[in-house]
């Protein structure tokens, strides 16, 4: 599809939508991947077209693979920037599994402009669990001595002395227990081979969910659902950190809220740097026609 420009090759202004006096837009995503930027281009446009702007942001350790939420709220009314759950316009998201997170806040006419590129967070990778086989612990210790957390202790029974991390008590099931809240997942005991008896095993307690069954309970969610490869189109674009203007390009072709592409893609260029501004440029013009094309679908 042939991208709507005047003469002189300047995007034209979109069909104007039904305005109501509030909406709420929600960029979700995982550090470094432009969730922030994204979320104040959007604002710093509504500000722009005359609207009242409030945001909030959560993004605790967002620069070690944690989530990031920046939520936006424009209109003519509005005061506070946090919204309620199940009346958000747009979700933005920039990872998968990000968007399955903040569906409480969508509802069957929520827009969800989803990037369909996973994420695993480091703790899904690294975090063990530990159990001891009670058919083969003796209950010799070595495992407490070596244990990097100091805080453990020796529980008894009767029949059988066991050793656990220092935690709320449990009792042992099928002949299994499970190393305690203490226990920081490292299996450095394994690793050493500290147990003579190979009593001590591990295991990922975590998983990340398969990407083809997080499509499905987002579409399940609402009516109006895009997930797309922004990385691969930002990359085709000429750069893959332009992914955030890619899904800001696909919302301004949509079209769902009173922001005009003229207004947006202005915006986008003054928040990159000047030598970055003709392959985010593309990278607009790119979601722009997906964008449109998805528009043509749902209408």
Same mark, same amino acid.
């Given at each position: 599809?042939?991208?709507?420009?005047?003469?002189?090759?300047?995007?034209?202004?979109?069909?104007?939508?039904?305005?109501?006096?509030?909406?709420?837009?929600?960029?979700?995503?995982?550090?470094?991947?432009?969730?922030?930027?994204?979320?104040?281009?959007?604002?710093?446009?509504?500000?722009?077209?005359?609207?009242?702007?409030?945001?909030?942001?959560?993004?605790?350790?967002?620069?070690?693979?944690?989530?990031?939420?920046?939520?936006?709220?424009?209109?003519?009314?509005?005061?506070?920037?946090?919204?309620?759950?199940?009346?958000?316009?747009?979700?933005?998201?920039?990872?998968?599994?990000?968007?399955?997170?903040?569906?409480?806040?969508?509802?069957?006419?929520?827009?969800?402009?989803?990037?369909?590129?996973?994420?695993?967070?480091?703790?899904?990778?690294?975090?063990?669990?530990?159990?001891?086989?009670?058919?083969?612990?003796?209950?010799?210790?070595?495992?407490?001595?070596?244990?990097?957390?100091?805080?453990?202790?020796?529980?008894?029974?009767?029949?059988?002395?066991? $050793? &656990?991390? *220092?935690?709320?008590?449990?009792? %042992?099931?099928?002949?299994?227990?499970? @190393?305690? !809240?203490?226990?920081?997942?490292?299996?450095?005991?394994?690793?050493?081979?500290?147990?003579?008896?190979?009593?001590?095993?591990?295991?990922?307690?975590?998983?990340?969910?398969?990407?083809?069954?997080?499509?499905?309970?987002?579409?399940?969610?609402?009516?109006?659902?895009?997930?797309?490869?922004?990385?691969?189109?930002?990359?085709?674009?000429?750069?893959?950190?332009?992914?955030?203007?890619?899904?800001?390009?696909?919302?301004?072709?949509?079209?769902?809220?009173?922001?005009?592409?003229? $207004? &947006?893609? *202005?915006?986008?260029?003054?928040? %990159?740097?000047?030598?970055?501004?003709? @392959?985010? !440029?593309?990278?607009?013009?790119?979601?722009?026609?997906?964008?449109?094309?998805?528009?043509?679908?749902?209408?």
């Amino acid at each position: 599809m042939a991208l709507d420009l005047d003469d002189k090759g300047n995007l034209r202004a979109a069909e104007p939508i039904e305005e109501k006096e509030n909406y709420n837009a929600l960029c979700v995503g995982i550090g470094g991947t432009g969730v922030i930027r994204a979320s104040m281009i959007l604002g710093w446009a509504a500000l722009q077209e005359g609207y009242k702007v409030r945001t909030a942001e959560t993004h605790g350790m967002s620069q070690r693979g944690g989530s990031v939420s920046s939520y936006l709220r424009f209109g003519k009314t509005l005061e506070g920037p946090f919204m309620v759950e199940g009346d958000l316009d747009v979700l933005i998201a920039f990872e998968i599994s990000e968007a399955l997170r903040n569906l409480n806040f969508a509802n069957k006419d929520t827009l969800m402009i989803v990037s369909k590129n996973a994420v695993i967070p480091p703790s899904v990778l690294t975090h063990k669990t530990l159990k001891i086989d009670m058919t083969k612990c003796i209950g010799c210790g070595n495992c407490v001595a070596h244990c990097i957390p100091n805080h453990v202790f020796f529980e008894s029974q009767q029949t059988h002395y066991f $050793t &656990l991390l *220092k935690g709320p008590t449990r009792k %042992v099931i099928n002949g299994h227990t499970r @190393v305690l !809240e203490s226990c920081t997942g490292c299996a450095q005991c394994i690793i050493d081979k500290v147990c003579p008896f190979d009593a001590i095993k591990a295991y990922n307690e975590w998983e990340y969910p398969e990407v083809k069954a997080m499509e499905k309970d987002i579409k399940s969610t609402s009516q109006n659902v895009l997930i797309l490869d922004a990385n691969k189109i930002a990359i085709e674009a000429g750069n893959i950190l332009t992914a955030n203007v890619v899904l800001l390009g696909v919302l301004a072709g949509i079209n769902r809220i009173p922001l005009s592409v003229e $207004t &947006l893609n *202005k915006t986008v260029k003054m928040f %990159v740097p000047k030598k970055a501004i003709d @392959v985010n !440029e593309r990278a607009f013009k790119e979601g722009l026609k997906i964008g449109k094309n998805f528009k043509e679908k749902i209408l």
